[in-house]
């Protein structure tokens, strides 16, 4: 089905499908957000840290003796001093470990080496600067194909003599031996060398804390930037050996997550060890150059991947070998039997009869990480390697690229569908969405256009991407992170004025879960979505969950805040039933309402019931409307789309300016339509960015090479296109409100149509492929090679 | 980051090798040098500010003579730190006759390595900022020995 989805509510209740202006942003259009900076403790203390110049080096001595004489400074912290306390490594969520500190080998350019703690920031920084550390530099591994080849140097002996190499990890999903046979007989075979580079989420809030240990209290309070506050409590309480209870995890405003915000970084438990050292308030904020290069990178993948098909075009197998450069420790907050995350969504909206998919972890000396970077796990990689191939295909057996894909595929009747790598697809509707995307942009006449345009020298493209997201981590069966399933929860509160609290146990980062949770309410129940306050991210009074990333809180705890409702709704029916003294099967509800079949002025308002329920309530019935829900997902979600984009490119300086970017999206059904929209926006700016500006790489011995925003570009409304939205509506059939994420939508789904874009514009030229970042160098570089610039 | 040059500088080669593997004497024509500290007749300690675009770290450079044949050629090496920055390198120096008669041609290279916050925040800059800081301490050189007569 795809259908819009008419709101249910009246404006005043303003339920799903209404435009509600986000409850968030008074505060933060008049500066009155809370972010972690603006924290500020009686006595509290600040933590600056001595970071590496080497990218891999033996730490022969520190010197803190210099910065002890600094005016200010009271402590310096040093790798030897954790390891007394055993807190030296710490795990990462993906179950490697890393140094909270490093005892003899700095393993990344800006790694973490001493702790210096001050009465101010600029005494703390002085103190870094006096800490004098002697180091012997080692040789480097940057290129994680090297650091495979038989003899490499091992990064890290500490994994034993059974671990002597840089291999991390190796994950398969699919049928080996039935893809090889489709290649094996394919008509026609496509192949291609597609490198996805690491980039950084850039958040404009860096990360930070501020770590409280009450010693009188025995109570840690850690306020910090964390996408997943719960989770973080219980590491620190395992990893402390504190008890859970005295521990509390808060967050405030949080500047923008994308991912980057998952992890625990050392840079926390250096704070709260400073803390509990001092026995005050510590605060650590990262620079913007300590964020760039130390904090945990997105993407790193090279894929080589063969498809086959007939050369009539029916697409007939796939498969990829995949090498995921993870740095010196895989700290990715991937889901555990996930260790590549969903990349084997690989096959996309295409009805592949086989498919085979391996990943291999390796070590670098890198930083460590593997977040998602607003993409549920490695989603981005996928679908930019498949869109990729796609379009190489259309091009090699000479189908237009549309007519290829809607010939391939997964039709409406096939779901739910499952894939050749075991996913089950919950519902789509793809032939629709990319038919509305080409008659939005006019395809047709393009084509013509470009034809016009190449006979005459000038260089236009025209690039689709018909991407299938898999978000909504996720089903317990399947899904946990260092063992917690990766349900998610929601606490509803009904005062006796017929107002709302509701504690959710996922965390927003800009997203407007303060509004979108109330709109969920408001559907449910009736409330004035401005009767309902929504609150996250404190540990000591929010329900547990995983918290956000991945684009899961609508999908899990969004359905977890409906199903509370629903508890409640059925107790306000027992109460209206009880004081309109009827049965509660004689009542129909509305959202606001319960009235008795037939009789139209015989009803109870919510308002009404909520009183009654501390007032009047039926004998026998517990007082009070409560409810709490922890929801554990049958399936994932699938939201999808077709995007296009329409390119010309600057012979002369190799610029790629987006003229057109049509984005048709389906996210399911649609709880705040202007913020789907908003959030539509974002993804598509931060999918524009990597695909033709942002970059990190190192030189020869590890130095990242994007230390600032002067070289890690970031793009602005300057360079940023006009995009052009519309939608489909296909809802999850298995969701409570029928809902599928659409975070990160966006994000996927625009680096290949850009990308493909801009092949298809020099196709003819014999280029096949071009990596992303496409930036004026590399268009020249190819220009120049084929005697055009 | 490798880099390699000869200059021509009017004075005998012995005058040259003298002045050269001097620390105080061409410590001085190091652009932003501090102090010099000899440790004994092959190692020095010299302090520097160097800044590359907007950055600016402040050295404690070791150097050794790591090789020399007076007064044909010298190799030094080099190891300095500053706060979240670290250089080493290697510089070779042949001296040979000059065009003119009494003069010297000073052929040199060096391989730099760089690493930490210069190399990665400077990256841009740092080939630049290096070429032309060798090209104030050779015409530093060239000067305080012409000065000399």
Request: hydrophobic residues 40%.
């Amino acid at each position: 089905m795809t259908t819009e989805l008419e709101p249910r509510t009246s404006a005043a209740i303003g339920g799903m499908g209404h435009s509600v202006k986000r409850k968030e942003d008074p505060r933060f259009i008049r500066g009155a957000g809370e972010y972690i900076e603006d924290v500020v403790l009686p006595g509290m203390l600040w933590m600056d840290i001595v970071r590496s110049p080497y990218a891999h080096a033996t730490i022969k001595s520190i010197d803190a003796s210099e910065a002890l004489k600094v005016p200010g400074v009271l402590a310096v912290i040093t790798g030897a001093d954790l390891e007394k306390a055993g807190l030296h490594w710490m795990p990462t969520l993906a179950g490697d470990k890393q140094m909270v500190l490093p005892t003899t080998t700095v393993m990344y350019q800006a790694q973490e080496v001493a702790a210096v703690v001050a009465t101010d920031r600029y005494a703390a920084a002085d103190g870094v600067a006096a800490v004098y550390v002697d180091y012997e530099p080692l040789p480097v591994i940057v290129d994680p194909k090297k650091a495979l080849e038989p003899g490499a140097f091992v990064l890290r002996p500490d994994r034993g003599p059974d671990k002597a190499n840089n291999h991390i990890w190796h994950w398969e999903s699919g049928d080996r031996a039935a893809a090889d046979a489709a290649l094996a007989s394919a008509e026609v075979r496509v192949s291609e060398d597609i490198y996805i580079p690491r980039i950084h989420v850039a958040s404009i809030e860096t990360c930070g804390c501020v770590a409280d240990w009450d010693a009188v209290r025995g109570q840690l309070t850690l306020h910090m930037t964390s996408q997943a506050p719960h989770a973080i409590r219980t590491v620190l309480a395992l990893v402390s050996g504190l008890p859970e209870q005295n521990i509390r995890v808060k967050t405030h405003d949080i500047g923008g997550g994308f991912g980057g915000k998952v992890p625990v970084y050392p840079g926390y438990v250096l704070a709260v060890v400073a803390s509990l050292t001092v026995g005050k308030p510590v605060k650590w904020i990262e620079d913007r150059s300590e964020n760039l290069q130390a904090d945990s990178f997105a993407r790193d993948y090279h894929i080589h991947a063969e498809m086959s098909a007939t050369k009539a075009g029916k697409i007939t197998g796939l498969k990829v070998k995949t090498i995921a450069d993870h740095g010196y420790s895989d700290a990715a907050a991937d889901p555990s039997k996930f260790p590549a995350g969903l990349f084997n969504v690989i096959t996309g909206s295409y009805d592949f009869p086989d498919a085979f998919v391996e990943v291999d972890g390796v070590y670098t000396n890198k930083p460590p990480g593997g977040v998602a970077y607003r993409c549920s796990f490695r989603v981005t990689e996928a679908v930019h390697a498949i869109e990729r191939m796609v379009d190489i295909l259309a091009h090699e057996i000479g189908v237009d690229p549309a007519q290829l894909r809607m010939e391939n595929f997964i039709q409406p009747e096939q779901f739910p569908y499952r894939t050749p790598t075991g996913w089950e697809y919950d519902s789509g509707n793809y032939g629709v969405a990319l038919q509305k995307a080409m008659d939005l942009i006019g395809y047709d006449d393009l084509r013509k256009e470009q034809a016009e345009k190449r006979a005459r020298g000038e260089l236009m493209g025209i690039g689709i991407s018909s991407f299938t997201e898999i978000v909504g981590a996720g089903p317990s069966k399947d899904f946990d992170i260092i063992g917690i399933k990766m349900f998610d929860s929601c606490e509803i509160r009904v005062h006796p004025t017929g107002k709302v609290i509701a504690r959710i146990g996922v965390q927003s980062q800009g997203q407007g879960h303060e509004t979108t949770f109330a709109q969920i309410i408001a559907e449910e129940l009736g409330f004035p979505v401005g009767d309902v306050k929504i609150e996250y991210g404190d540990t000591d009074t929010a329900p547990y969950g995983l918290g956000t990333y991945a684009s899961r809180s609508t999908p899990v705890a969004g359905a977890a805040t409906a199903m509370a409702s629903r508890k409640i709704r059925e107790k306000a029916r027992q109460i209206a039933a009880h004081l309109l003294e009827c049965s509660p099967d004689d009542l129909e509800w509305e959202p606001g309402k319960f009235t008795v079949k037939g009789s139209p002025d015989r009803f109870k308002t919510i308002q009404e019931i909520s009183f009654a329920a501390y007032t009047n309530h039926p004998v026998g019935m517990e007082a009070g409307l409560e409810a709490v829900d922890y929801y554990d997902p049958p399936n994932l979600t699938f939201p999808f789309g077709s995007y296009i984009c329409v390119v010309d490119i600057d012979k002369g300086t190799g610029q790629v300016k987006i003229r057109r970017f049509v984005a048709v999206d389906d996210c399911g059904n649609i709880i705040n339509p202007m913020i789907v929209d908003g959030q539509i926006h974002g993804g598509l700016t931060m999918g524009f960015a990597p695909a033709l500006l942002e970059s990190i790489t190192y030189d020869e011995l590890g130095n990242n090479q994007a230390g600032t925003f002067m070289d890690y570009l970031l793009p602005t409304a300057v360079e940023t296109p006009r995009w052009e939205l519309d939608k489909t509506v296909t809802p999850s059939p298995h969701h409570p409100i029928g809902a599928k994420g659409v975070g990160e939508s966006a994000t996927v789904g625009a680096p290949p149509a850009i990308a493909n874009a801009v092949v298809d514009a020099l196709w003819h030229l014999g280029v096949r492929n071009i990596d992303i970042p496409m930036t004026p160098q590399k268009v020249w570089a190819i220009l120049h090679e084929k005697g055009l610039a | 980051m490798e880099f390699s040059g000869a200059v021509d500088i009017p004075a005998t080669r012995d005058r040259v090798f003298a002045f050269v593997t001097d620390p105080e004497e061409v410590g001085a024509c190091g652009p932003g040098v501090e102090s010099i500290e000899v440790i004994d007749a092959t190692h020095f300690r010299a302090k520097a500010k160097v800044g590359v675009g907007f950055i600016q770290a402040r050295f404690v450079v070791d150097l050794e003579i790591a090789e020399q044949q007076a007064p044909d050629m010298a190799v030094i090496k080099a190891h300095g730190q500053a706060p979240g920055s670290a250089v080493d390198a290697v510089g070779r120096m042949t001296l040979v006759d000059g065009p003119e008669p009494g003069t010297t041609t000073m052929q040199w290279s060096a391989e730099v390595s760089l690493s930490g916050m210069l190399a990665s925040v400077g990256a841009r800059m740092v080939e630049g900022t290096a070429n032309k800081m060798i090209g104030q301490t050779f015409d530093c050189v060239r000067a305080k020995i012409a000065a000399e007569g």
